[in-house]
């Protein structure tokens, strides 16, 4: 782990994107402006409603964000697919976290339900997610059900989000 860290700032999150935080060949974050979330506010490997590990991040919203004015012209909302990538990044940042090593990819989700929207008037978009299951072994994985608010409202929520670790040595 972190050293017993449990909040990121975003320059602790660009830091993980550049390869630095966890080492290098290690889970990353994307780099803005792929990177959907501006601070993790807690971490456990150990909390959450299944006691097997959760995360908590937040993106503040602004008009001036890069999905609002091509998604869609006239009627801006951000993109259901971009909740969803902020969830399996920050699952992937939490088995990094952990002190597991290898880089992470998303492997798919069991069911995604969007039922609301972000636009640009919002002001925050809040991400919760809550590991029902982790996979200690050649193939490190973590399972888990995430959670979008915009503004304390639910927009999106997903089941079995899966997200692995692979090293070389793994993938070989």
């Keep these: 782990m972190t050293n017993g860290q449990t909040s990121f700032d975003r320059e602790d999150l660009l830091r993980c994107a550049r390869g630095e935080l966890f080492g290098p060949g290690n889970a990353q974050l994307p780099e803005p402006p792929m990177l959907m979330m501006d601070r993790i506010t807690d971490v456990s490997a150990d909390g959450g409603a299944h006691g097997k590990g959760h995360i908590r991040a937040e993106l503040d919203i602004r008009p001036d964000l890069w999905f ?6 006239g009627n801006p909302v951000m993109p259901g697919c971009l909740m969803v990538d902020g969830l399996w990044q920050l699952t992937g940042f939490n088995l990094g976290w952990r002190g597991w090593q290898g880089q ?3 492997l798919g989700a069991g069911e995604v339900k969007l ?13 919760e997610v809550d590991f029902t299951r982790v996979i200690d072994r050649r193939l490190k994985m973590g399972v888990a059900d995430g959670t979008v608010r915009a503004d304390g409202e639910v927009v999106a929520q997903v089941t079995g989000m899966k997200v692995g670790l692979s090293s070389e040595e793994a993938r070989a």
């Design 68 to 73: 609002f004015p091509c998604h869609f012209p």
């Design 104 to 106: 992470g990819f998303a």
């Design 115 to 127: 039922q609301g929207m972000v636009r640009p008037d919002r002001k925050l978009v809040s991400y």
